[in-house]
């Protein structure tokens, strides 16, 4: 039995059972790095000391049959823009190289709450900015279905790392679709929740109105697993909300009979892929047949949703990389006075695509431009925001593509940066209405690449879009097939 294949729930069967040790389990993920990390290039950081200590101590609670912790043993992947006290976190950038955090993210607390292995931190795009991974400031990740292509970004590590088996599951953070457009390319599952679900307590901010922190593992099933424990109030975060967390497990394998599928005529636009748009298609057709009802609705604004993100998201992440100036912490160049240091560690630190959106974003923010680009922005987001109030007095979620096309080729798009912007042009409006989204597998182009289907669900109703996720992807077998590697 290949343990590294397994996901949340079954490791965790195994190891209740006693049939495998936590330390077994751990060994057989660091075996599957060591055979293939070489191709895939999913980590940054690898933490075998401490995973052996980590699993050293879930073994011993396990032997004490000790309850409630739904982690227990479980090796995981962090994407590296998360805070682990202690373990480096450099967001891939040679800005925070060196940077060892002296405190814990609220997230990566709770996963230790429940006993989970930390396996490593995973490669990004530098700062989480880049839809491909092609940006991060230490080496590209490559897609485990084809390593000449992109896993997508920017949290294309964890994908790569859940998709290739090097972990059970990871963590990513998803401020435009980092987390469901690189899901959907690597074939496996990726859960945004509404903003405020999930604390961002020790993730370091690229744009705070826009991040959150998710999930991507090999099943929806373990997709609920993680959210239960990742999920919560947290005082240490002014934006998360203090409501009660449902169980999300709790709607596994019930029925979607009645409800609404909004179908939005915005997302099937000229230039999609038309095996991407036959294969959600496909999938519309399989969950009308488990009882669901499609509605075509119409979300008028989304074609300004782009527009509107990057403004914002340019002008936010403008903002919070103030802060390196080679003087608090992270890297630090010598200058002959102060602004000279200033300079040349920026200009040292940062790579070209942090330095495009930090220009970008203070030219939006300056005086006289700030009224025509980021108030308008943000009056475009409410409208945005209000298109889907407006459908969902109607429907219960919305089924869309994740991405307008499967992974493209290493390379092919980083000499046109607006051509990368358009990788997510299916999944930035949930951002900017922070609303929750899932993207599940729902077939494979001819060349054998994964295609991913998008539920979008109601603020603060994860459970609707686990449900229908769930339903679905237990009526196929997309999720079950692995790359070659």
Same mark, same amino acid.
């Given at each position: 039995?290949?343990?590294?294949?397994?996901s949340?729930?079954?490791?965790? +069967?195994?190891?209740?059972?006693?049939?495998?040790?936590a330390?077994?389990?751990?060994?057989?993920?660091? =075996?599957?790095?060591?055979?293939?990390?070489?191709k895939?290039? $999913?980590?940054?950081?690898?933490?075998?000391? &401490?995973?052996?200590?980590?699993?050293?101590?879930?073994? /011993?609670?396990? *032997?004490?049959?000790?309850?409630?912790?739904?982690l227990?043993?479980?090796?995981?992947?962090? /994407?590296?823009?998360?805070?682990?006290?202690?373990?480096?976190?450099?967001?891939?950038?040679?800005?925070?190289?060196?940077?060892?955090?002296?405190?814990?993210?609220?997230?990566?607390?709770?996963?230790?709450? +429940?006993?989970?292995?930390?396996?490593?931190?995973?490669?990004? @795009?530098?700062?989480a900015?880049?839809?491909?991974?092609?940006?991060?400031?230490?080496?590209?990740?490559? *897609?485990?279905w *084809?390593?000449?292509?992109?896993?997508?970004?920017?949290?294309?590590?964890?994908?790569?790392a859940?998709?290739?088996d090097?972990c059970?599951?990871?963590?990513?953070?998803?401020?435009?679709?980092?987390?469901? =457009?690189?899901?959907a390319?690597?074939?496996?599952?990726?859960?945004?929740?509404?903003?405020?679900?999930?604390?961002?307590?020790?993730?370091?901010?690229?744009?705070?109105?826009?991040?959150?922190i998710?999930?991507?593992?090999?099943?929806? =099933?373990?997709?609920?697993?993680?959210?239960?424990?990742?999920?919560?109030?947290?005082?240490?975060?002014?934006?998360?909300?203090?409501?009660?967390?449902?169980?999300?497990?709790?709607v596994?394998?019930?029925?979607?009979?009645?409800?609404?599928?909004?179908?939005?005529?915005?997302?099937?636009?000229?230039?999609?892929?038309? !095996?991407?748009e036959?294969?959600?298609?496909? $999938?519309? /057709?399989?969950?009308?047949?488990?009882?669901?009802?499609?509605?075509?609705?119409?979300?008028?604004?989304?074609?300004?949703?782009?527009?509107?993100?990057?403004?914002?998201?340019?002008?936010?992440?403008?903002? *919070?990389l103030?802060?390196?100036?080679?003087?608090?912490?992270?890297?630090?160049a010598?200058?002959?006075?102060?602004?000279?240091?200033?300079?040349n560690?920026?200009?040292?630190?940062?790579g070209? !695509?942090?330095?495009?959106?930090?220009?970008?974003?203070?030219?939006?923010?300056?005086?006289?431009?700030?009224?025509?680009?980021?108030? &308008?922005? =943000?009056?475009?987001?409410?409208?945005?925001?209000?298109?889907f109030?407006?459908?969902?007095?109607?429907? @219960?979620?919305?089924?869309?593509?994740?991405?307008?096309?499967?992974a493209?080729?290493?390379?092919?798009?980083?000499?046109?940066?607006?051509?990368?912007?358009l990788?997510?042009?299916?999944?930035?409006?949930?951002?900017?209405?922070?609303?929750?989204?899932?993207?599940?597998?729902c077939?494979?182009? $001819?060349?054998?690449?994964?295609?991913?289907?998008?539920?979008?669900?109601? +603020?603060?109703?994860?459970?609707t879009i686990?449900k229908?996720? +769930? $339903?679905?992807e237990?009526?196929?077998?997309?999720?079950?097939?692995?790359?070659?590697?």
């Amino acid at each position: 039995m290949d343990l590294f294949r397994l996901s949340i729930s079954e490791v965790t +069967h195994l190891l209740k059972t006693k049939e495998v040790s936590a330390l077994d389990v751990m060994n057989a993920v660091f =075996q599957r790095i060591d055979s293939v990390e070489d191709k895939v290039k $999913a980590y940054v950081t690898l933490t075998r000391e &401490k995973a052996l200590e980590m699993a050293v101590k879930a073994q /011993k609670e396990i *032997n004490e049959g000790a309850p409630g912790k739904m982690l227990l043993g479980i090796p995981l992947a962090v /994407k590296d823009n998360m805070c682990t006290k202690g373990v480096l976190t450099t967001c891939s950038s040679g800005m925070l190289s060196n940077f060892i955090p002296p405190y814990e993210s609220t997230v990566t607390s709770s996963l230790a709450e +429940h006993g989970y292995v930390l396996i490593g931190k995973t490669n990004m @795009d530098e700062f989480a900015m880049g839809s491909s991974t092609e940006n991060s400031g230490f080496h590209v990740t490559r *897609n485990p279905w *084809n390593l000449e292509r992109i896993p997508g970004g920017s949290s294309g590590g964890s994908a790569s790392a859940v998709a290739a088996d090097e972990c059970i599951a990871a963590l990513g953070s998803d401020t435009g679709g980092s987390i469901r =457009q690189p899901a959907a390319l690597c074939g496996v599952v990726g859960m945004k929740p509404t903003y405020g679900r999930v604390s961002r307590y020790g993730l370091v901010a690229f744009a705070s109105s826009l991040d959150q922190i998710g999930t991507l593992t090999k099943n929806v =099933q373990d997709a609920a697993i993680l959210m239960n424990v990742i999920s919560g109030h947290d005082p240490y975060d002014s934006t998360s909300a203090p409501l009660t967390v449902p169980d999300l497990t709790g709607v596994l394998d019930k029925d979607i009979k009645g409800i609404k599928l909004g179908i939005p005529k915005e997302y099937f636009i000229e230039g999609i892929d038309k !095996e991407i748009e036959a294969a959600v298609y496909a $999938a519309i /057709k399989n969950l009308e047949g488990l009882g669901a009802t499609p509605v075509e609705v119409s979300l008028p604004h989304t074609e300004y949703a782009i527009a509107a993100y990057y403004i914002l998201a340019t002008s936010e992440a403008s903002s *919070n990389l103030a802060r390196y100036d080679g003087v608090k912490y992270g890297l630090r160049a010598e200058g002959k006075d102060l602004m000279d240091m200033y300079l040349n560690t920026r200009a040292r630190g940062f790579g070209s !695509e942090v330095k495009r959106r930090i220009m970008l974003g203070t030219y939006t923010l300056s005086s006289g431009y700030y009224e025509a680009y980021y108030k &308008k922005a =943000q009056q475009v987001r409410t409208l945005i925001k209000q298109d889907f109030e407006d459908v969902f007095k109607h429907v @219960d979620l919305l089924v869309t593509p994740t991405t307008p096309t499967a992974a493209f080729k290493i390379g092919e798009k980083t000499a046109d940066p607006l051509q990368m912007y358009l990788s997510d042009i299916f999944t930035i409006s949930v951002n900017l209405a922070g609303l929750p989204a899932i993207s599940v597998p729902c077939g494979f182009t $001819a060349d054998n690449l994964p295609i991913g289907l998008q539920c979008i669900g109601k +603020h603060f109703d994860e459970e609707t879009i686990i449900k229908v996720a +769930h $339903a679905y992807e237990q009526s196929t077998d997309w999720h079950r097939r692995k790359p070659v590697l």
